[in-house]
Nanobody, 125 residues
Framework: QAQLSESGGGSVQPGGSLRLTCTHS????????VFWFRQSAGKEREGVAG????????DYADSVKGRFKISKDNAKRSVYLQMNKLKPEDTAMYYC??????????????????WGQGTQVTVSS
């Protein structure tokens, strides 16, 4: 089974930046995509961005387009989420996921079988 681990979270003021790292075991199950999700208090988990480990094609939720950038380094088995121009509404626990089962939306949380433990991002003045 694939293993994932997130790091890089922290506290930052609005307008600031953070870079999250998802370290994976190299085996994703499903297809090769690794996606970032987030969950804030009282809300459902939502997709943020994703990338295919093979092609490198990125994918972004509308809420983060133009502010977040996803990238990968296969040699380091890492996927990065560069978050710029952070807003208070970006505050959440951020998770990376893999093991996507095709047949529906890439934003469906339940289609991912492998999850990391999460890293907290807090944006506050």
């Amino acid at each position: 089974q694939a293993q994932l681990s997130e790091s890089g979270g922290g506290s930052v003021q609005p307008g600031g930046s953070l870079r999250l790292t998802c370290t994976h075991s190299g085996y994703t199950g499903g297809d090769s995509r690794v996606f970032w999700f987030r969950q804030s208090a009282g809300k459902e988990r939502e997709g943020v961005a994703g990338i295919f480990l093979t092609s490198g094609d990125p994918d972004y939720a509308d809420s983060v387009k133009g502010r977040f950038k996803i990238s990968k380094d296969n040699a380091k088995r890492s996927v990065y989420l560069q978050m710029n121009k952070l807003k208070p509404e970006d505050t959440a626990m951020y998770y990376c996921a893999s093991g996507f089962q095709r047949g529906g939306s890439r934003w469906d949380v339940w289609r991912y079988s492998n999850w990391g433990q999460g890293t907290q991002v807090t944006v506050s003045s």
